[in-house]
């Protein structure tokens, strides 16, 4: 106990943002399972096993809730992205540039199986911003760092035009994630090759 001379120190309790958390992974589920027009306050609340009111309370919009569900899946892709990122850079560090593709299919299978409802809620809401310019705008934003790290790899292969190339990777990129949490198809080789011909396409 402190004397009367000394400040009390106390750390703020981590149970308001373990509980933030808490929603927003339970409204990326529901995303995944449900769609868009599944998220609701009550559909997140009954997810995450919380009493009533609790989601309006941190989000008092379903905007609100939205915006800070796309914030919640860029930080959870962004350790997977920054470590195959790191993986790819390495490899084209050396010349003759020698691209393990199994490897990095074997990495980029791993994060989107374990995250297989994060791609699922982002492919969700990709779909949702054609038509909606607040979510565009924020999937747009909170995809710069990919888009960086595409640029880098992109680069590190010889290209004169990285942002254009960084573009078209990230793209056909995507197009494999869209097959393969879509599809759910078994077979290590599709991805193997799909990655091989994403790279050799923007290879200089």
């Known amino acids: 106990m402190p004397h009367d001379n000394e400040p009390a120190t106390s750390s703020p309790p981590p149970a308001r943002a373990d509980r933030r958390t808490l929603m927003l992974d339970a409204s990326i589920r529901v995303l995944a399972s449900q769609g868009l027009r599944g998220l609701t306050h009550r559909a997140v609340q009954e997810e995450a096993g919380l009493p009533n009111g609790s989601v309006t309370y941190y989000f008092k919009t379903r905007d609100q809730l939205i915006l800070a569900v796309i914030d919640r899946m860029a930080t959870l ?3 997977y992205a920054g470590e195959i990122t790191h993986e790819l850079m390495r490899m084209t560090a050396v010349r003759p540039i020698a691209i393990d593709y199994p490897r990095i299919a074997r990495s980029l299978r791993e994060w989107w199986n374990d ?3 994060v791609q699922l809620a982002r492919l969700e809401l990709e779909l949702a911003g054609a038509r909606e310019p607040l979510i565009r705008e924020e999937m747009i934003r909170c995809q710069a760092e990919f888009r960086g790290f595409a640029e880098l790899v992109a680069l590190a292969l010889g290209s004169t035009n990285a942002r254009l190339d960084g573009h078209v990777l990230l793209a056909l990129l ?5 097959d393969h949490v879509t599809r759910d198809w078994e077979d290590p080789e599709i991805l193997e090759v799909g990655l091989r011909r994403a790279i050799e396409s923007v290879r200089y």
């Not at 995507?174 to 869209?178: A, D, E, K, N, P």
């Open 77 to 79: 892709d962004k350790m």
């Open 115 to 117: 995250g297989r409802d």
């Open 174 to 178: 995507q197009g494999l994630l869209f």
